[in-house]
């Protein structure tokens, strides 16, 4: 069996099994991209872990992860004007930290083409939203193709990739959760001769710099390309009519794309109906012949989509403007709007307008009651922090969380993180509730990553302004939540960088740091920093221990697991550590008492402190 | 028809390697196959699960619920829940019987289920319900190898033999812990 590097890197074509993320890196080393940028984010940072896979030397392309969305997006565009086919991919909000940027792009000439690869989240699997990002195609004159499986999404690549070139072009490949996460069995091609690096950029070939007497001209230009793609859409085999084996009296037929078209295949087929599927791989800008032939060939037509009303409208209007008499459905109910497509809701969408081809399945059970939610990790710094600053925080404060692993915070039973906008929004969104508030603390949490992705403006404000309000930087040296990347400055990419130094360069005058671990003196330097009139930063440090553990793990394998274990003579049942410090470690019984789970615990001792009657100590 | 397994356990516990072999063991063995992880948040502690759906009828890789023929489960509370959401009428629920508790059993809020209760809960659901728990595992993420080996030993996905499961799983654990997961694998039958 191939290893992953194996799957980057062997030259002649071969069919394997592959997750979209992977099928999709190899399709980009197939097509020559020679500069692949991104940030990581659900559900495509397998994309990276596959770009990375061989050993620098033996790529044929170059990839970075970048500070943000906006950074690498710029990176990959910048790469492209000097003639480099590029790509950039990032989670679904990536798009909109990287939007200032992006709705130039079709303005200009990207001789090197560009595919910008969108990894949406329907269902909010992994996400803060759902957000459909088919509307930002429309705003920013961009086609958008969207496979519904691994081998779409490695066939549509190499064709967006190649057409983006050919057009010198931006294009969106929009994948979903689980397009990104599914496997199956991919037939791959061989790879490119090497790149030619010669950078080409020509500022001839613009103009791109749009002032306003280029605007028009390059607005205009962007136009013609849409009408161009719109064209080639109407002819592509990525458009298709799948027939229903059935007939019926009325002709029916319903229109879809990506992996909710593939729901509708399947339950159209499951149910024997005698439904025709225009599947749409090159959905937008929308081929309108090969729609409103569609739609006049048929008596009633259902749109399912997924999420947003957004070919649906279109249709609509299409049929409406060249007066198709066809009777079109669509989802019903703000319910049909939320979460991902299954085989099983695109048979209860279509049960809506044809409840006689459709018949209802089986009933649910009732699931268990002890609901499991995600939580931090035995021995994270978090949750020791989490620990120590509730006990230090005041009556009627205020707490603002982020996003990375420390959101969890806010899940029972610490509550803290209150309110949670988007990356990097904590320190301003906490400047905002600090105004002219005399009586309430207000203290917010950042992560390491994410300081350096979207809060470094927020500080500098709320320094410069010296907003009350108390900031912990949650600092774990990487970026955890999303499968421990690098981050600027922790000495993986370039070189370390202290942020002690830089908060004070940017105008930070109260400062302090301490170790996550050491509760009594974290929880000191909150109180002092909250006594503190204006802005003050408190650094609560150490190293993610997950990504700790599995290092040292590997560099040593035979290492012996250590545990910590509680004292039955001396445990007095307060629960602290299992409730309330709530390591997932400890094991309340039915009994009452309280053991250790050694399958669980790192013996990290982070818990040693929390408990009154000093019951938990190292087991030896 | 196709065949589905749906697998369930608790972040961490190595469900993606006990997933990736079998879906990889299935395609080898002729079956066609499409899968799919579920993670995100889940990856810190929460439940995850893997999809393999084997057949010619299956375009998209998640199981329905309540349309799983075999639920495999590495922890006892997902093991009920994976069976209450997905198993089929007359499917069969195999589980690795060790007791994660979440939060809200350690609050004392939620009870967390005995082995009997899950076995009757099955029972109800119209499947049937097998544990395996091996003493002196040296790192509980070789858990997985002992459930793959009694899915092997029960033949549990028709098509696939335990031969083909064992040759994938020896190219995918990493050498060092070969040995000790190749006989976990064996030790069930
Ligand atoms: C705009 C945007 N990009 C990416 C993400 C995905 N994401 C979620 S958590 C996270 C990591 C945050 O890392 P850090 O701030 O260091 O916190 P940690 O998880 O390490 O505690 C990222 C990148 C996101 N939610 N929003």
Redesign the pocket.
């Known amino acids: 069996m191939l290893s992953l590097a194996g799957l980057m890197t062997e030259k002649e074509g071969f069919s394997a099994l592959a997750m979209g993320n992977h099928a999709l890196a190899r399709a980009m080393a197939e097509a020559g991209t020679a500069v692949i940028t991104s940030?990581?984010?659900?559900p495509t940072p397998e994309i990276a872990e596959a770009l990375l896979a061989p050993p620098e030397k033996n790529r044929g392309y170059r990839f970075e992860f970048a500070v943000?969305?906006k950074v690498a997006l710029e990176i990959a565009a910048g790469a492209s004007l000097n003639g480099h086919p590029a790509a950039v991919f990032?989670?679904s909000?990536?798009l909109?930290?990287a939007a200032d940027s992006l709705i130039q792009l079709p303005l200009m000439e990207l001789p090197g083409g560009m595919v910008i690869i969108l990894g949406d989240d329907p269902g909010a699997n992994?996400?803060?939203n759902e957000q459909d990002n088919r509307w930002f195609a429309r705003m920013a004159y961009i086609p958008v193709f969207e496979p519904g499986s691994p081998a779409e999404a490695y066939v549509m690549y190499k064709e967006a990739a190649a057409l983006a070139r050919e057009r010198k072009a931006p294009v969106f490949l929009r994948l979903t959760t689980h397009v990104c996460h599914a496997r199956e069995t991919v037939k791959f091609g061989p790879l490119p001769a090497a790149h030619d690096w010669t950078p080409r950029f020509d500022a001839a070939a613009g103009p791109y710099v749009p002032i306003t007497t280029a605007v028009f001209p390059l607005k205009k230009r962007a136009l013609e390309k849409l009408d161009a793609w719109a064209a080639y859409g109407e002819k592509s085999a990525l458009n298709a009519v799948y027939k229903a084996s059935a007939t019926g009296t009325r002709k029916l037929g319903a229109i879809s794309s990506g992996l909710p078209a593939l729901c509708l295949l399947e339950a159209v087929r499951a149910a024997g109906a005698p439904v025709d599927i225009l599947k749409l791989g090159l959905s937008w800008p929308l081929p309108e012949k090969l729609a409103a032939d569609f739609l006049a060939s048929h008596d009633e037509v259902y749109v399912f989509e997924e999420l947003d009303r957004v070919m649906e409208v279109e249709l609509k209007a299409l049929a409406y403007g060249r007066g198709i008499g066809c009777v079109i459905h669509s989802r019903r109910g703000h319910h049909e709007l939320m979460g991902e497509a299954t085989p099983e809701r695109a048979r209860a969408s279509l049960a809506g307008a044809w409840p006689n081809l459709f018949p209802a399945s089986e009933q649910r059970r009732t699931l268990p009651p002890a609901p499991r939610l995600p939580q931090m990790c035995p021995g994270c710094g978090?949750r020791s922090a989490f620990h120590a600053i509730k006990q230090a925080l005041p009556p009627g404060a205020i707490t603002v969380g982020?996003?990375?692993?420390?959101?969890l915070g806010f899940l029972p039973p610490y509550g803290i993180g209150e309110v949670l906008l988007?990356?990097g929004h904590s320190v301003s969104t906490a400047s905002g509730l600090a105004l002219n508030n005399g009586s309430r603390k207000v203290v917010a949490f950042?992560?390491?990553?994410?300081?350096f992705?979207?809060a470094m403006p927020g500080v500098v404000n709320a320094a410069s302004r010296d907003s009350d309000v108390t900031l912990v930087l949650?600092?774990?040296g990487?970026?955890?939540?999303?499968g421990h990347?690098p981050?600027p400055g922790n000495g993986e990419i370039g070189e370390k960088l202290s942020l002690p130094e830089l908060l004070k360069t940017l105008g930070v005058k109260f400062l302090r740091e301490c170790d996550a671990y050491d509760q009594p003196k974290l929880a000191a330097q909150l109180k002092e920093a909250m006594e503190h009139q204006g802005f003050a930063v408190v650094i609560a440090r150490h190293p993610?221990m997950l990504k700790f553990m599995r290092d040292r793990r590997r560099a040593n394998p035979g290492l012996k697991p250590q545990h910590v274990a509680v004292d039955q003579a001396k445990c007095a049942r307060h629960y602290i550590c299992a409730a309330e410090f709530a390591c997932p470690s400890f094991v309340r019984h039915a009994d009452g008492s309280v053991t250790v789970n050694t399958e669980l615990c790192i013996g990290d001792g982070s818990c040693v402190q929390t408990c009154p009657a000093q019951a938990i100590g190292r087991d030896k | 028809m196709a065949f589905n397994i749906y697998i369930c356990g608790v972040g961490g516990q190595g469900i993606g390697l006990l997933a990736a072999v079998l879906a990889q063991a299935a395609a080898r063995a002729g079956l066609q196959t499409r899968a799919c992880d579920t993670h995100g948040l889940a990856q810190r502690g929460g439940v995850v699960s893997s999809h393999i759906r084997l057949g010619a009828d299956a375009l998209t890789p998640l199981v329905p619920e309540g349309g799983a023929d075999l639920v495999l489960a590495l922890e006892r509370l997902e093991a009920l829940r994976g069976a209450a959401q997905y198993l089929k009428k007359g499917g069969q629920v195999v589980y690795y019987n060790t007791a994660y508790q979440p939060v809200s059993v350690r609050t004392g809020e939620a009870a967390y289920p005995s082995e009997e209760e899950v076995h009757l809960a099955v029972l109800g659901f119209g499947g049937k319900a097998l544990s395996v728990n091996l003493a002196n595992i040296s790192d509980p993420r070789m858990q997985n190898s002992a459930l793959l080996g009694k899915v092997a030993a029960l033949n549990a996905v028709p098509g696939l033999p335990a031969a083909v499961i064992e040759e994938v799983l020896k190219e995918m654990v990493p050498p060092a812990a070969l040995e000790e997961n190749l006989a976990l694998f064996r030790s069930p039958r």
């Open positions: 940030y990581p984010g659900s943000n969305e990032f989670k909000v990536g909109n930290v992994s996400s803060q978090h982020d996003i990375g692993c420390h959101s988007s990356m950042v992560g390491d990553s994410t300081f992705h979207a949650l600092d774990n990487t970026t955890a939540m999303t990347q981050r993610c």
